[in-house]
């Protein structure tokens, strides 16, 4: 009875794992490519160089990103109350991450426009970020999900939100003296950004661990 129990879950926890490696790996490798595009590039001149490739590269990368996201947001909401709070914050993650996967695939393909995808993607990712830090609250609160993962989903839950906070109030200061908001709140996003492939990895690490033998 127990070996026939146990066995889904041990499948279910590989298969979260797996998909969890696959999100940091990925998204790694997505920030980096976003990184030498920037500098490298020059995307901002409206003269496009060699370089641009780097961009392109780096929206296919985001593709495999989010989508092995998903089971890690279903994963992680099976371990958490099964409360309607709860299923509202899965639902509400598996949707960004899922939104976030069609607007990039739909902006390689061509069939969506770079300026309608980027505000598709915002969105989404401001709703991932709430999901990140709600997850993360309910489960340090709940003592459900290790420490160092609540403690790293609740500092990105609120970075790049809090930037994006920055951001916009810096456009109610007249120049020069918004960058004084600006600055803080880009570098708190990108941060935040950046950063965000570190958690599918600690999720994969304390979480979904390897089965020992």
Known sequence: MGTTTTAPF????????TAALVSGATGIAANVLL???????????????????????NDWLMVPQFA?????AVALGRRLPATRWVRALT???VAATAGI??????????????????GVVVAAIVVLYLWLLGTSLVGHRTWLLPRPVTRA??????????GAALVAAGLLVPDPARWALWAPGFALGAAGWLALPGFPLLVA?????KERS
């Open 205 to 209: 690490r304390f979480v979904l661990p």
């Open 91 to 93: 639902v509400s993650g």
């Open 101 to 118: 996967v069609l607007a990039q695939l739909a902006l390689v393909l061509g069939l969506l426009d770079f300026e309608v995808q980027v």
């Open 35 to 57: 990184v030498l595009f920037f500098a490298l590039a020059d995307p901002f001149s409206g003269s496009p160089n060699a370089a641009g490739w780097l961009g392109t590269a």
């Open 68 to 72: 092995a996201l998903v089971p890690v």
């Open 153 to 162: 989903g609740v500092l990105l839950g609120t970075s790049l939100p809090a």
């Open 10 to 17: 041990r499948r279910a926890t590989a298969r979260g794992r």
